[in-house]
């Protein structure tokens, strides 16, 4: 079945740029999405990319997909302390093998430094 | 807010028993899914179930079972509960049964002590 890997953790100074990045396994995955998980909160949709797309850019957020590579990545512009949280990558696979269950990767922890 | 509600919020409870937890979709949501966030598992599917039919089974343990009501909300059952059930299980919406963008509610905490 579907794999997602992330990194467990990234530390970042206010103002600089973020960049999450993420592997999966499998070539049918239709969407990519990140969500973001605050403590003691939900996940909370951040942004997705169709699989024939290269790059998305919604305000601060960049979404770059290499599919060849199988690989995405999330870069956050500007970056503050409200950003700081878990990020999670997770993938679509093919509607009619998989149902429509997301996979996720494990998370990678965001620390934004003052 | 993403519209999604789930309770109880926090659940404590003892080995062998059982438990209902409750998800309510976004408004015009047809489709409910169930997550598992545990520490050593990560985000685990467990079910989903569109317009009241179950559509997609993941890794869903047989004491654990599910349905969704004609008014949409659904249920998740947890019996014979084992230390090892101790989680947080999410409940997501999308607006169809392909619907691709799911929205999470904030999960319930269940402790199986």
């Known amino acids: 079945g579907e794999d997602v890997e992330q990194s467990l953790f990234l530390s970042v100074r206010e103002g600089d740029s973020s960049v999450i990045n993420c592997t999966y396994t499998d070539s049918s995955s239709t969407y990519l999405y990140w969500y973001k998980q605050e403590p003691g909160a939900g996940l909370q949709l951040l942004t997705y990319i169709f699989s024939n797309m290269d790059m998305k850019q919604d305000q601060r957020l960049t979404v770059l997909l290499n599919k060849k590579d199988k690989h995405l990545s999330l870069r956050i512009a500007d970056t503050q302390t409200g950003d700081s949280a878990i990020y999670f990558c997770?993938?679509?696979?093919?509607?009619?093998?998989?149902?429509?269950?997301?996979?996720f990767g494990g998370g990678t922890r965001v620390l934004v430094k003052p | 807010d993403s519209g999604v509600t789930q309770t109880p919020k926090h659940l404590i409870t003892a080995t062998g028993q059982r438990v209902t937890l409750r998800c309510s979709p976004r408004s015009g949501d047809l489709s409910v899914y169930w997550y598992q966030q545990s520490l050593d598992q990560g985000l685990q599917f467990l079910i989903q179930y569109y317009n009241g039919e179950e559509r997609a089974k993941g890794n869903i343990l047989e004491r654990f079972s599910a349905q969704q009501f004609p008014d949409l909300h659904s249920e998740l059952n947890l019996s014979s509960l084992e230390l090892g059930d101790s989680a947080l299980y999410f409940c997501?919406?999308?607006?169809?049964?392909?619907?691709?963008?799911?929205?999470f509610g904030p999960g319930t905490r269940l402790t199986v002590t």
């Open positions: 997501a919406s999308s607006e169809s049964f392909g619907g691709h963008e799911q929205y």
């Open positions: 997770a993938a679509l696979g093919d509607l009619k093998a998989a149902g429509n269950k997301l996979t």
